[in-house]
C-alpha cells in the first residue's frame, strides 16, 4: 500500500479535508435518522448521500494507499451505512430481531473497519485504539438514534454533539496517522 511515490502532504490541507468528510458523514447520518424516524420523502435521497459520503473517504486515501486499499475502505464503509439503515428501520418497525441481527453485524463491520485501518498502519492507529474509535462511534450513534425514536429532541441534538465530537477526533486521528507516515 502507497509507498515512496505517494504525494507530499499538506499536513493542514489534509487534516482540514479529513474534518470535512468526517463532519460530513456525521451530519449526512443525522440528516438520515431524522428523516427514517419521521418517515420523510427525502430519506432515499439522504441515504444515497451519505452513501456518496463513504466513496468520499475512501478516496481520500488512495493517494496513500493506492486504489485498491481506498476501494476496500469505501467498500467497508458503504457496508456501515446500509447496516446502520437496517438497524434504524428495524429499531423504527420495532423488530427487535432485525435490530439485533444488525447491530450484530454493524459491530463486526465496525472492527473490520479497525483491522483495515492498523493493517494500513500499525504503528499510527494500533489494532485496539482503532476498535474502541469505531465502537465509540457506534455507541455515541446509537444514542443520537435511541433520542430521535424516543422523541427526546434535546438528547438527540446532545447525542450529536457528541458524534460530532468524537467524529473530529477521529478524523485528527486518522490524518495524524496519514502525515506521521508519509
Do not use: C
Not at 463491520?109 to 504503528?123: M, P, R, S, V, Y
Amino acid at each position: 500500500m502507497g509507498g515512496a511515490d505517494s504525494p507530499p502532504i499538506d499536513r493542514d490541507t489534509f487534516a482540514a479535508d479529513m474534518r470535512k468528510l468526517w463532519v460530513d458523514h456525521v451530519t449526512w447520518t443525522r440528516l438520515y435518522v431524522v428523516s427514517a424516524v419521521a418517515g420523510l420523502p427525502d430519506k432515499d435521497a439522504t441515504a444515497q448521500r451519505l452513501l456518496q459520503n463513504q466513496t468520499d473517504l475512501g478516496n481520500a486515501i488512495k493517494p496513500f494507499y493506492g486504489d485498491a486499499a481506498g476501494d476496500e475502505l469505501t467498500a467497508l464503509l458503504r457496508d456501515h451505512i446500509t447496516i446502520a439503515v437496517e438497524l434504524v428501520d428495524a429499531a423504527k418497525a420495532g423488530d427487535k430481531a432485525k435490530q439485533d441481527a444488525a447491530n450484530a453485524r454493524w459491530l463486526a463491520n465496525a472492527d473490520e473497519i479497525a483491522t483495515f485501518l492498523n493493517g494500513a498502519n500499525a504503528k499510527n492507529w494500533p489494532l485496539d485504539d482503532a476498535k474502541k474509535m469505531m465502537r465509540d462511534h457506534l455507541e455515541l450513534t446509537t444514542q443520537e438514534v435511541v433520542a430521535q425514536l424516543g422523541k427526546d429532541w434535546e438528547g438527540s441534538v446532545a447525542a450529536y454533539d457528541k458524534v460530532l465530537e468524537q467524529a473530529l477526533h477521529m478524523a485528527d486521528m486518522l490524518s495524524a496517522g496519514v502525515t506521521a507516515q508519509f
